[in-house]
């Protein structure tokens, strides 16, 4: 299959769906990543550029997009659903990965709602949780105690935003591995990935 994991930010996709993402490429299924802005608020768009190019070498993604907006700048309109719809036609996938639209951040909003319009004929699509989500109440759930470490080597991959919670001595990495507890305890596994589906379509032969 082919998987298309899209995110607002550099670390957006790793954060809310990397263990499944890693899954699946070590299962033989062809991953794309497509990262909507340069994430220049948060750092410098040049270092976390490379620490995305570094997160896709590791999961083994076929291939990396950039959208090329501005951090806090995203916005859902013609333009960005057309962006989106150049990779999805470039990629082909099966599955889509996206971003909750309820999130008190603008750029996942927008990213979220955008990308509802341009995977209109996918057949599956999936949303992920990050810190900033809210309402989020996952059915479906990714057990992930096989590649935790794996996911938690991806986080520490985006160097640059590591201790940027904004969550005094919490880092990313100890968030990402208290929600994977949480939503474990929920999927009745010791850690998982917790999605939300908007669009699951099963052929039955």
Known sequence: MNILAI????????????????????????????????????????????????????????????????????????????????????TDPDIVFLNYSEDTHQDHRAASNAGVSATRYVKEVLFYEVPTSFNFDPKIFVNVEDVLEDKMKLLRLHASQFDKTRVKNLTIEESAHAC??????????????????????????
């Open 7 to 90: 995110g607002a930010h550099p670390d957006d996709i790793e954060i809310g769906c990397g263990g499944t993402l890693l899954k699946y490429a070590r299962a033989g299924h062809n991953v794309f990543l497509l990262v909507l802005t340069e994430g220049n608020i948060g750092g410098e768009p040049a270092v976390r550029k490379a620490e995305q190019e570094k997160v896709a070498g590791y999961i083994g993604a076929k291939g990396l997009f950039f959208g090329g907006y501005r951090d806090t700048e995203l916005e859902d309109n013609r333009d960005l659903i057309l962006t989106i719809e150049q990779v999805k036609d470039k």
């Open 180 to 205: 994977a507890v949480f939503r474990g305890y929920q999927g009745r596994v010791k850690f998982a990935e917790g999605f939300k589906p908007l669009r699951i379509q099963r052929d039955i032969v």
